[in-house]
T-cell receptor, first 114, second 114 residues
Framework: EADIYQTPRYLVIGTGKKITLECSQT?????MYWYQQDPGMELHLIHY???????EKGDLSSESTVSRIRTEHFPLTLESARPSHTSQYLC?????????????FGPGTRLTVL | AQSVTQPDIHITVSEGASLELRCNYS??????LFWYVQSPGQGLQLLLK??????LVQGIKGFEAEFKRSQSSFNLRKPSVHWSDAAEYFC????????????FGSGTRLSIRP
């Protein structure tokens, strides 16, 4: 079964550090997404991509950036982490022949910035 | 405004009791409809989906949902809950006019009373 992977699962870092959250999928999906979710709260779309070299900002403003150089890989970068970035980050993908935008989610990265 | 509403923030039911989680949407045409479940610290897992056809949809883990066009609803049901069903449940909608954007509800947290 194809899958979507996120690393690291947990990350605790100090303020000012640069971090990259990794997301990879093996389903060949053209669309990929990053969501930010505080504990017990709703999901907020922060970035999405409809294909290689295509990236867009989502509904929630974020200081993070993304890149899509390969179909399967959609990393998210924070140049200078701050405590306000503490949250859970979920990566998802969708695509395929019958594309009703059903999204498949990774397990998430829980980020804590001290 | 177009939206997805889950009116219940938190529901507690006894183990073995029946469950119904509510979801309403406010889009003109029939959208694509989904229910996802999220266990603590995890990503989202698809429970079931509705695109067209039979309005009663069966999903995994014994869940089902019924699409009611007249009520713009897509309520999730389970005849007998298990302690392992305790989780956060998200209703999601892909508007028919925007097949690339999925809109999530704010979620309903389900607790199970022993």
């Amino acid at each position: 079964e194809a899958d979507i992977y996120q690393t690291p699962r947990y990350l605790v870092i100090g303020t000012g550090k640069k971090i990259t959250l990794e997301c990879s999928q093996t389903m060949g999906h053209d669309k990929m997404y990053w969501y930010q979710q505080d504990p017990g709260m709703e999901l907020h779309l922060i970035h999405y991509s409809y294909g290689v070299n295509s990236t867009e900002k989502g509904d929630l403003s974020s200081e993070s950036t993304v890149s899509r150089i390969r179909t399967e890989h959609f990393p998210l970068t924070l140049e200078s982490a701050r405590p306000s970035h503490t949250s859970q980050y979920l990566c998802a993908s969708s695509g395929g022949l019958a594309d009703y935008n059903e999204q498949f989610f990774g397990p998430g990265t829980r980020l804590t910035v001290l | 405004a177009q939206s997805v509403t889950q009116p219940d923030i938190h529901i507690t039911v006894s183990e073995g009791a029946s469950l119904e989680l509510r979801c309403n949407y406010s889009y003109g045409a029939t959208p694509y409809l989904f229910w996802y479940v999220q266990s603590p610290g995890q990503g989202l897992q698809l429970l079931l989906k509705y695109f067209s056809g039979d309005t009663l949809v069966q999903g995994i883990k014994g869940f089902e949902a019924e699409f009611k066009r007249s009520q713009s609803s897509f309520n999730l049901r389970k005849p007998s809950v298990h302690w392992s069903d305790a989780a956060e449940y998200f209703c999601a909608v892909v508007p028919y006019s925007s097949a690339s954007k999925i809109i999530f509800g704010s979620g309903t947290r389900l607790s199970i009373r022993p």
